[in-house]
Nanobody
Framework: QVQLVESGGGLVQPGGSLRLSCAAS????????MGWYRQAAGKERELVAG???????NYADSVKGRFTISRENAKNMVSLQMVSLKPEDTAVYFC??????????????WGQGTQVTVSS
């Protein structure tokens, strides 16, 4: 079993910064992709950013230039540095990790989510 634990959410004023972190633990041989989704109230969950083992990241257009994703493979950790936050970034942010599963398709694991609120 694999567990993902997020940290770093909270309340911040518009224009402020936050850093989210996520640590994966458990039965882990390798992790393909890690990253973050978010879900705002009344909206569908959307991809924010993902990063592969080689460190190549991809971002939603809405966060490009403001968010930076990074990863520490040795620690099975992924982080999301968020700057110039806007009220529309308010959401629950979920960490995810895609792991190989022997004999079948890769499995995606999810964290419990951490609330990010951008408000004055």
């Amino acid at each position: 079993q694999v567990q993902l634990v997020e940290s770093g959410g909270g309340l911040v004023q518009p224009g402020g910064s936050l850093r989210l972190s996520c640590a994966a633990s458990g039965s882990i041989s390798s992790i393909y992709t890690m990253g973050w989704y978010r879900q705002a109230a009344g909206k569908e969950r959307e991809l924010v950013a993902g990063i592969n083992r080689g460190g190549d990241g991809n971002y939603a257009d809405s966060v490009k230039g403001r968010f930076t994703i990074s990863r520490e493979n040795a620690k099975n950790m992924v982080s999301l540095q968020m700057v110039s936050l806007k009220p529309e970034d308010t959401a629950v942010y979920f960490c995810y990790a895609v792991l190989p599963t022997w004999g079948t398709s890769p499995t995606t694991y999810w964290g419990q989510g951490t609330q990010v609120t951008v408000s004055s």
